[in-house]
């Protein structure tokens, strides 16, 4: 026996259009939204690098035009009897290779090796002078690191 029921069908007609209406009113408000203070972002990425039997993968440095930034890498140690620890620091530079500012010295959790090895995400909030943003070349900075 097959039954339908007609009178839910505009009922249901009306609740996914204001569903509709109402996914897509967030997405366009959020595009005309304008911060009084825009913030420009340079970032660069280093690959794997090993040190010892440490490894970093994916480290990323960021720096935004308000004077903070950021630093996250995951690290990992194939061997360890004491717990490594994965130390990073950073030179910001111009274009032509001139050292405009230090940050660092960045520590990982202190890390233990296994089969496979744990892998340890971390981050690094920092400062510096705002007013040197626009003289950083980011793809000249260079990551010092120890483990």
């Known amino acids: ?30 595009a005309t939204v304008h911060s009084p203070a825009d913030v420009s972002v340079k970032s660069a990425t280093y690959g794997q690098l090993h040190k010892g039997d440490c490894e970093q993968d994916n480290g990323t440095i960021v720096i935004r035009s308000d004077g903070t930034g950021d630093w996250s890498a995951t690290t990992l140690t194939f061997q360890t009897h004491s717990g490594d620890v994965w130390h990073a620091d950073f030179d910001f530079k111009t274009t032509a290779g001139t050292k405009l500012f230090h940050e660092g010295t960045f520590d990982s959790p202190r890390m233990n090796d296994g089969n496979p090895p744990p892998r340890y ?17 980011i793809f000249k900075t260079t990551q010092t690191y120890n483990c």
């Open 121 to 137: 995400f971390w981050t690094h909030h920092f400062t510096y002078d705002a007013a040197l943003f626009g003289a950083v070349d």
């Open 1 to 30: 026996m097959k039954r339908t029921i007609r009178r839910l069908a505009p009922v249901f007609a009306v609740a996914a259009a204001g569903a509709a209406v109402l996914a897509g009113a967030p997405a366009a408000q959020a």
